[in-house]
């Protein structure tokens, strides 16, 4: 285990107190009888810190960004067989006339 996945574990570990925080703050809330107007400020800031660590970790976890240009060295040549029985010719785009004659209304 990386330090980005233990950091996107606590990051989903502050949301989850986080929402429980704002679950017993809306409890109180109705015993004290009182509207909700929104979390308090200390659960906003759980929010905030939470996302940044989750997000940091998802952009670090997964690893390298690799290279989407066909002519990298990177990328590698992924060739199918040459097997008849992939090959399916029996499909709907025989519904469909070779020619399509588009005429525009003059």
Not at 47 to 59: K, N
Not at 61 to 76: K, M, Q, T, W
Request: hydrophobic share 50%; proline share 5%.
């Amino acid at each position: 285990m990386g330090l980005g996945f233990i950091i996107g574990v606590f990051g989903v570990l502050i949301l989850s107190h986080a929402a429980y925080s704002t679950i017993q703050y809306r409890g109180l809330l109705k015993i004290m009888e009182e509207e909700f107007s929104g979390p308090p400020v200390n659960v906003v800031l759980e929010l905030l810190l939470g996302f940044v660590f989750c997000i940091w970790a998802a952009l670090t976890v997964p690893g390298n960004f690799l290279s989407i240009h066909p002519d990298s060295e990177e990328n590698r040549i992924v060739s199918l067989s040459a097997n008849l029985d992939f090959m399916i010719f029996n499909h709907r785009a025989k519904a469909f006339p070779l020619e399509i004659d588009m005429k525009l209304k003059d």
